[in-house]
């Protein structure tokens, strides 16, 4: 583990010097250098290199940081910090379900229980109690787990990783964008398969590096979002660690966010202005949104969108 120093305005940044290189997936060591990342959401200080497991076939960033040095990567306006509402305008969230909905079951049973790994503000979990699922949440973000709980659910205020759940308990577990914030994807998903009961379902949702834009965008792109973003699969890769977690995969699917093209594209155009350095590139809004539907929806109509929904079962 890389230990840290506080850069001039107190961030936390890597402290220079060897990194274990080893894959938090599969353990493979070492990966292979692809090229140097920033954190370009919000500005802050720090290089992380994106390395490549010759094995799995995923992306890391080395020098891995502590939980302690990560927060300071998730400042008070990162997304999970504001209600739903705060987020976007309605007819932008209406158009984000329209082009990239994340399924919603209907229970199995009366009293089905449900439980979303990284709730945030509780957004999905208010469409599933809809559908008349009992609704639970893992959410360490302390503002977004209380906006959760007065939406009515029942909020574990804890990592993931350290949460005391009961075994074969749920009959739902949801993770959308979550596993790739994780240190050790692999036994998040081995402890998601323990948790449900046997039969019950999975849901996974995380970006793909297999993907048009990762590949033309490189460390420009969206989802790259260093060093939030740990850890990232391919579509094969997701399904094989599903699998050696005990989860039976039944279905694959690929879409494309608007923001993620535009985003990546205006990243790439100020690398080519002002040069390869940190910097924060503005969000984009509705508008933004409705101009990039037209492209996202070609890249997902070619199946090279570059976010993967996978649903499973627990075998």
Not at 154 to 161: A, C, D, G, K, S
Request: proline letters at 9%.
């Amino acid at each position: 583990m890389s230990n840290a120093g506080a850069g001039p305005d107190g961030t936390l940044r890597p402290a220079p010097g060897p990194a274990d290189r080893a894959c938090p997936l599969c353990g493979a060591h070492p990966g292979r250098r692809l090229y140097t990342a920033y954190d370009q959401l919000h500005g802050l200080p720090g290089e992380f290199q994106v390395n490549l497991c010759p094995a799995c076939r995923v992306l890391y960033l080395t020098p891995r940081l502590t939980p302690q040095q990560l927060s300071a990567y998730y400042p008070a306006e990162y997304v999970t910090h504001r209600a739903e509402g705060e987020m976007r305008s309605r007819l932008g969230r209406k158009i984000e379900r329209w082009l990239q909905p994340l399924p919603t079951p209907a229970p199995p049973a009366p009293h089905a229980k449900c439980l979303e790994i990284g709730c945030g503000a509780g957004g999905y979990l208010n469409r599933l109690r809809a559908h008349g699922w009992e609704t639970y949440g893992v959410e360490m973000d302390p503002q977004a787990a209380t906006w959760a709980r007065k939406g009515g659910h029942v909020v574990y205020e804890e990592r993931f990783e350290e949460v005391d759940l009961p075994g074969e308990h749920y009959d739902l577990i949801v993770m959308a964008h979550v596993l790739e914030h994780l240190p050790r994807p692999r036994e998040a998903l081995e402890k998601a398969a323990r948790l449900l009961k046997p039969g019950g379902s999975a849901l996974i949702r995380t970006p793909a590096h297999d993907s048009l834009a990762a590949r033309l965008f490189r460390d420009d792109w969206y989802h790259l979002d260093a060093p939030r973003h740990q850890v990232l699969f391919s579509a094969r890769a997701l399904r094989e660690a599903c699998a050696a977690a005990g989860l039976r995969v039944l279905r694959t699917r690929r879409t494309q966010d608007p923001r993620s093209l535009l985003s990546s594209g205006a990243r790439a155009w100020q690398s080519l202005v002002r040069g390869r350095r940190p910097r924060q590139v503005q969000r984009t809004g509705t508008r933004d949104i409705l101009l990039g539907l037209p492209p996202a929806r070609l890249v997902q109509w070619l199946g090279l969108g570059d976010e993967i929904t996978i649903e499973c079962r627990r075998l």
